[in-house]
């Protein structure tokens, strides 16, 4: 017999030690007021730390830019990597957070302060492994990616420094997913603005020789080393220390198979999810790489890198609301009132799409005044603005896809976000890319155009899905 807890993906326990919270409107772990109102208090503290993201990542441009179009170029690539890290990773914290929601939402707070022990128990193995590789592989991620010997070099350099930071930022990752998914986005938020603020200082410091001879691109991961290894230890103390009925403790890392199960069983879907994409992206920049050849293919390739970094703008709204959708989905998941998570998941792409319009505008009307700023090569400004001033109008869609597909992991509905990736990156983008940008000889704009078809899929299937509402019967 199908129970009330199978249906709506809680285990029995959870539903068992909600029965004083269940009937509330709202979790206890969430803002009061209406759904409006809570993902606006929610997202607005991610906000500001995705616009400290963006600016370390804006400084890191500028500098590279400043110094050769292949530094560019070199530090645009590697910023890819560290983000296929991060979808990396996602193979715990999805799992995690929908775990850590729904148990907030049940009023379970003893199998939320136990996720987060095997979690992180979890992010060691990964962080440590990812790291070990990207040293290894890093010649053959720069052989791949790039077509000449300088911006070769500078590449591998720049990601073996770099691997040596992946363990913090998989601590860091683990316990600030575990605190937005119960309703805490502001601590998180703290650290990684102190983290941006040391990324910064250093960076420039060592790329300009303030402290002793200038190191180039070395100079500029070493600034993003250090500032993980920093984010990562305040997120251990605090762990340590407990929040939230949230605390590391050594009993809680002996392996629990049970949790583990169940966060595998989101997460394995959503790290297969993650592989998809970075598979996609990088044969996405392959293709972006020859849309020409010599001199104006690294101009292409430095043009694109440079419109990545600004298009960073668009995913501060996005992965704010999209994380304030996922917290809500997985709580109201939890406190068994399914037609309010729904809801919330529309309220906050309606929302991000608002303000990705706005990034929109300013894209069209100021592209020439930011290729100018981040790089001093005509030929990357002569194909980098024709082609933004494009990239401008898919900014909406790609937010609220994005929001979308991450409410949809907030349920834990990871094998269908699986088959978005899949559809939209194999099947969509990298084949668009390269019958845009190379068969039929459109560059940068042809190959984009498999980019823009590839959000517009992610937005329409994630909507669909939402209407659907198989997401809402999801266990984890």
Same mark, same amino acid.
């Given at each position: 017999?199908?129970?009330?807890?199978?249906?709506?993906?809680?285990?029995?326990?959870?539903?068992?030690?909600?029965?004083?919270?269940?009937?509330?409107?709202?979790?206890?772990?969430?803002?009061?007021?209406?759904?409006?109102?809570?993902?606006?208090?929610?997202?607005?503290?991610?906000?500001?730390?995705?616009?400290?993201?963006?600016?370390?990542?804006?400084?890191?441009?500028?500098?590279?830019?400043?110094?050769?179009?292949?530094?560019?170029?070199?530090?645009?690539?590697?910023?890819?990597?560290?983000?296929?890290? +991060?979808? !990396?990773?996602? #193979? /715990?914290?999805?799992? @995690?957070?929908?775990?850590?929601? &729904?148990?907030?939402?049940? %009023?379970? $707070?003893?199998?939320?302060?136990?996720?987060?022990?095997?979690?992180?128990?979890?992010?060691?193995?990964?962080?440590?492994?990812?790291?070990?590789?990207?040293?290894?592989?890093?010649?053959?991620?720069?052989?791949?990616?790039?077509?000449?010997?300088?911006?070769?070099?500078?590449?591998?350099?720049?990601?073996?420094?770099?691997?040596?930071?992946?363990?913090?930022?998989?601590?860091?990752?683990?316990?600030?997913?575990?605190?937005?998914?119960?309703?805490?986005?502001?601590?998180?938020?703290?650290?990684?603005?102190?983290?941006?603020?040391?990324?910064?200082?250093?960076?420039?410091?060592?790329?300009?020789?303030?402290?002793?001879?200038?190191?180039?691109?070395?100079?500029?991961?070493?600034?993003?080393?250090?500032?993980?290894?920093? +984010?990562? !230890?305040?997120? #251990? /103390?605090?762990?340590? @220390?407990?929040?939230?009925?949230? &605390?590391?403790?050594?009993? %809680?890392? $002996?392996?629990?198979?049970?949790?583990?199960?169940?966060?595998?069983?989101?997460?394995?879907?959503?790290?297969?999810?993650?592989?998809?994409?970075?598979?996609?992206?990088?044969?996405?920049?392959?293709?972006?790489?020859?849309?020409?050849?010599?001199?104006?293919?690294?101009?292409?390739?430095?043009?694109?890198?440079?419109?990545?970094?600004?298009?960073?703008?668009?995913?501060?709204?996005?992965?704010?609301?999209?994380?304030?959708?996922?917290?809500?989905?997985?709580?109201?998941?939890?406190?068994?009132?399914?037609?309010?998570?729904?809801?919330?998941?529309?309220?906050?792409?309606?929302?991000?799409?608002?303000?990705?319009?706005?990034?929109?505008?300013?894209?069209?009307?100021?592209?020439?005044?930011?290729?100018?700023?981040?790089?001093?090569?005509?030929?990357?400004?002569?194909?980098?603005?024709?082609?933004?001033?494009?990239?401008?109008?898919?900014?909406?869609?790609?937010?609220?896809?994005?929001?979308?597909?991450?409410?949809?992991?907030?349920?834990?509905?990871?094998?269908?976000?699986?088959?978005?990736?899949?559809?939209?990156?194999?099947?969509?983008?990298?084949?668009?890319?390269?019958?845009?940008?190379?068969?039929?000889?459109?560059?940068?704009?042809?190959?984009?155009?498999?980019?823009?078809?590839?959000?517009?899929?992610?937005?329409?299937?994630?909507?669909?899905?939402?209407?659907?509402?198989?997401?809402?019967?999801?266990?984890?």
């Amino acid at each position: 017999m199908t129970t009330a807890s199978d249906r709506l993906g809680v285990a029995p326990e959870s539903l068992s030690r909600a029965a004083g919270t269940a009937a509330a409107s709202i979790p206890p772990a969430l803002p009061r007021g209406p759904l409006s109102r809570q993902v606006w208090v929610l997202a607005l503290p991610m906000l500001g730390e995705q616009v400290g993201n963006f600016l370390v990542g804006l400084v890191d441009t500028w500098l590279a830019g400043h110094l050769s179009k292949e530094a560019t170029a070199a530090v645009g690539t590697a910023a890819y990597v560290g983000w296929f890290v +991060g979808l !990396t990773f996602m #193979l /715990v914290s999805t799992g @995690a957070a929908a775990l850590v929601s &729904r148990s907030f939402g049940a %009023g379970d $707070r003893w199998t939320a302060g136990r996720t987060l022990n095997q979690a992180f128990l979890l992010m060691l193995v990964l962080g440590t492994g990812t790291g070990l590789l990207a040293v290894l592989l890093a010649p053959f991620f720069a052989a791949f990616l790039t077509q000449t010997a300088a911006a070769r070099d500078l590449l591998s350099i720049y990601l073996r420094i770099d691997a040596l930071g992946y363990l913090a930022l998989g601590i860091f990752t683990v316990v600030s997913t575990v605190l937005r998914a119960s309703g805490d986005t502001r601590t998180p938020m703290a650290i990684m603005l102190l983290v941006n603020i040391v990324n910064v200082l250093v960076a420039s410091s060592l790329v300009f020789g303030w402290l002793g001879p200038s190191l180039g691109v070395r100079g500029i991961a070493w600034g993003t080393v250090i500032a993980r290894c920093i +984010g990562g !230890t305040l997120a #251990l /103390v605090l762990a340590l @220390a407990g929040w939230r009925d949230l &605390r590391l403790t050594l009993g %809680g890392l $002996r392996p629990d198979p049970g949790i583990i199960h169940r966060i595998l069983r989101v997460g394995l879907p959503g790290g297969a999810d993650a592989l998809i994409m970075a598979v996609a992206q990088l044969l996405f920049i392959k293709v972006i790489a020859h849309t020409a050849s010599g001199p104006a293919a690294t101009a292409n390739y430095a043009a694109h890198m440079i419109a990545v970094r600004m298009e960073a703008i668009t995913y501060l709204p996005a992965m704010a609301w999209m994380t304030a959708a996922a917290t809500l989905v997985g709580q109201y998941l939890g406190a068994r009132q399914p037609r309010r998570a729904a809801r919330a998941a529309h309220v906050a792409a309606v929302q991000g799409a608002f303000l990705a319009t706005g990034v929109g505008v300013a894209f069209f009307f100021l592209a020439e005044a930011i290729f100018a700023a981040f790089s001093n090569d005509p030929d990357v400004r002569a194909v980098g603005v024709p082609a933004f001033r494009l990239l401008a109008f898919a900014q909406p869609f790609l937010c609220a896809g994005i929001i979308y597909v991450g409410a949809l992991r907030g349920a834990g509905d990871t094998r269908f976000t699986l088959l978005v990736s899949t559809i939209g990156g194999l099947l969509v983008r990298v084949p668009g890319a390269y019958l845009g940008g190379i068969v039929l000889g459109g560059g940068l704009i042809g190959a984009w155009c498999g980019m823009w078809a590839d959000n517009l899929v992610r937005l329409l299937l994630g909507l669909a899905r939402h209407l659907h509402g198989g997401w809402k019967r999801i266990r984890v």
